[in-house]
């Protein structure tokens, strides 16, 4: 563990936000937002509704574009026009939801709008299902029977995997998955995470969005915590609690025992 924290003190952030502000109108909802994500790891952003956790995604996304501040990708000034922009850079946002076509099967969805084609111009079904089956195989996931299955059919959690799996197919260097589990049972739950990890093992860096803060406890590296579009803290997972995060999450503070550890 401390081998890997001081080969980060060292490397470039994936991605990086600085002094992030975002108002929408009279309502500043990002203030001074600084966030900073390396590859091989999962950081964690957590925040009470309306803490800003979703305008931040989209500003990452390239949905929305800031007021003030710095947004870099592997070093370098990030000029995010619309998604497009972002997924070119490599950075792929995954929404519980809307990512994903319901009447397309797996593969379709996989490729939707980047299709390989053969030299005569057909579409190249051979290659892109193969390319899918190993994506998924890649990911130890063995819960999708067939590949032409239309998503519609599939779990909340077969599609969070499907999903998942098309931004490795495309070789991101980062995933920004918001809110993934909210709508999962147990099983899946678990089998989402341990994707996530994976993800991370494979040198992806990993922004995860939830409210859940024991699936955040079990899978991320590091916390964020948001308060009322602010910053309150950052995090190592491995040293803080259920407890402190929710204290952190609700009032913005840290929690007092904590606050005396720190001192001593
Ligand atoms: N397009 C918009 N126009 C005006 N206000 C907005 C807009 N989008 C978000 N807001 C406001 O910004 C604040 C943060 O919203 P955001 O959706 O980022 O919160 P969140 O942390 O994702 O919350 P939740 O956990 O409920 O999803 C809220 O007060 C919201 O009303
Ligand atoms: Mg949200």
């Known amino acids: 563990m401390t081998g890997r924290h001081s080969d980060r003190a060292a490397a470039t952030p994936i991605l990086e936000l600085e002094g992030v502000n975002k108002s929408f ?5 990002l203030k001074d ?27 990452i996304a390239g949905l929305h574009g800031v007021d003030s501040g ?25 929404y519980q939801d809307l990512s994903l076509c319901e009447n397309l099967d797996i593969v379709e969805n996989m490729f939707l709008g980047r299709e390989k084609r053969t030299r005569a111009g057909l579409l190249d079904e051979h290659a892109m299902e193969g390319m899918a089956a190993e994506t998924l195989a890649s990911l130890s996931v063995r819960t999708v029977t ?22 490795v197919l495309w070789n991101n260097k980062i995933v920004v998955l918001d809110e993934p589990t909210a709508a999962l049972g147990v099983a899946q ?26 699936d ?26 259920q407890q402190h995060v929710i204290h952190l ?3 913005g503070q840290h929690l007092v025992a904590s606050t005396m550890e720190n001192r001593s």
């Open 189 to 214: 739950t678990e089998q989402v995470l341990a994707l996530v990890r994976r993800l991370a093992e494979r040198g992806l860096g990993v922004l995860l969005i939830s409210h859940n803060i024991s």
């Open 70 to 94: 710095d947004i870099r990708f592997d070093g370098k000034p990030a000029h995010l026009a619309g998604p497009r922009g972002a997924s070119e850079l490599g950075i792929e946002v995954v």
């Open 25 to 29: 109108g009279a309502v500043h909802v």
């Open 33 to 59: 937002v600084s966030l900073r994500v390396f590859a091989g790891e999962v950081m964690a952003l957590v925040g009470d509704n309306g803490a800003g956790k979703s305008t931040l995604v989209k500003t």
């Open 249 to 251: 999450m609700t009032t």
């Open 216 to 241: 955040v406890l079990a899978v991320a590296d590091r916390i964020s915590v948001l308060y009322l579009g602010r910053r309150a803290a950052e995090l190592q997972a491995s040293a803080t609690s």
């Open 146 to 167: 067939s590949l032409r299955q239309p998503v519609a059919s599939l779990s909340g959690g077969q599609r969070q995997t499907v999903a998942i799996a098309k931004a």
